[in-house]
Nanobody
Framework: QVQLVESGGGLVQAGGSLRLSCAAS????????MGWFRQTPGKEREFVAV????????SYAGSLKGRFTISGDSAKSTMYLQMNSLKPEDTAVYYC?????????????????????WGQGTQVTVSS
C-alpha cells in the first residue's frame, strides 16, 4: 500500500506561481513512476506530467511544457509540481498518482488507469 497526500494548492492571480507537493508513504520502494493529473467538473482526469521515480526522466502534456516543472526527492518520497505563468484555464483539482506495477509501461504513463494509488486532490484556482 502507498499513501499519497497532496498540498500546496490555493488561489492565485493569473500570471502567478504555485508549487504543489505530493508526499508518499508506505511501500514507497515499489513506486516506479509518479504523475500529476488534473480534473475540472464534468471532464475526465487530464494528464499533466510524470516522473520516472527510478530514472528521473520526465514527460509533460504538450500544452503545459515550459510552464510546469515536475521534480522529485526520493529521499523524502516527495514529488513536486512547480507551476508558473498560471492561467485561469489551469483551474482544477490536481491529483498525484503512483504506479507500483512490477512491469511498468512508461509509454502509458499519460493514462490515468496506469496508476494504482491516488491522493485526495488539491484545488488550484487561478483568477483572471
Amino acid at each position: 500500500q502507498v499513501q499519497l497526500v497532496e498540498s500546496g494548492g490555493g488561489l492565485v492571480q493569473a500570471g502567478g506561481s504555485l508549487r504543489l507537493s505530493c508526499a508518499a508513504s508506505g511501500r514507497t520502494f515499489s513506486i516506479s513512476a509518479m504523475g500529476w493529473f488534473r480534473q475540472t467538473p464534468g471532464k475526465e482526469r487530464e494528464f499533466v506530467a510524470v516522473i520516472n521515480w527510478r530514472g528521473g526522466s520526465t514527460s509533460y502534456a504538450g500544452s503545459l511544457k515550459g510552464r510546469f516543472t515536475i521534480s522529485g526527492d526520493s529521499a523524502k518520497s516527495t514529488m513536486y509540481l512547480q507551476m508558473n505563468s498560471l492561467k485561469p484555464e489551469d483551474t482544477a483539482v490536481y491529483y498525484c498518482a503512483a504506479d507500483v506495477r512490477s512491469s511498468p509501461n512508461s509509454s502509458r504513463w499519460f493514462r490515468a488507469n496506469e496508476y494504482d494509488y491516488w491522493g485526495q486532490g488539491t484545488q488550484v484556482t487561478v483568477s483572471s
